[in-house]
């Protein structure tokens, strides 16, 4: 497991499946407190089946400060745990604008999940409001 400066941490765990198999799993999580209770937001990153060593993909460096103001105004939102209906009622804008900004925002990031959009603007230290 490695810890990051701000409390982040990364690792990689076998979990036992329920034929006995094991699954390997990379995992990413981000500590926070939220009206006063800690909470950690907790990550798959990746599995495999075919055993501890799992293939590295590259992927190119990116940073959340490649998105815009909208998309991290939305991606706060979503982080507070708002449907992209509430995120669209809130701003005024269709469903479906809230859903092209989130996917074009998963892309920037080379992320998988609305949770992994999160986990790495957080994990970045940026602000989500």
Do not use: C
Not at 75 to 84: E, H, K, P, W
């Amino acid at each position: 497991m490695r810890r990051s400066p701000g409390g982040d941490f990364t690792g990689q765990a076998d979990l036992v499946r329920s034929d006995a198999g094991t699954v390997t799993v990379q995992y990413a999580a981000h500590p926070a407190i939220v009206a006063g209770a800690r909470l950690v937001l907790f990550v798959a990153l990746q599995t495999s089946r075919h055993g501890r060593h799992m293939p590295e993909v590259p992927r190119p460096v990116t940073s959340a400060s490649t998105l815009s103001a909208r998309e991290m105004e939305i991606v706060g939102l979503v982080a507070q745990g708002a449907t992209s209906g509430e995120i669209a009622n809130a701003l005024h804008v269709s469903g479906n604008t809230v859903r092209t900004h989130v996917r074009n925002a998963m892309a920037k990031l080379d992320v998988r999940s609305r949770a992994q959009l999160v986990a790495k603007t957080m994990g970045e230290g940026l602000t989500l409001s």
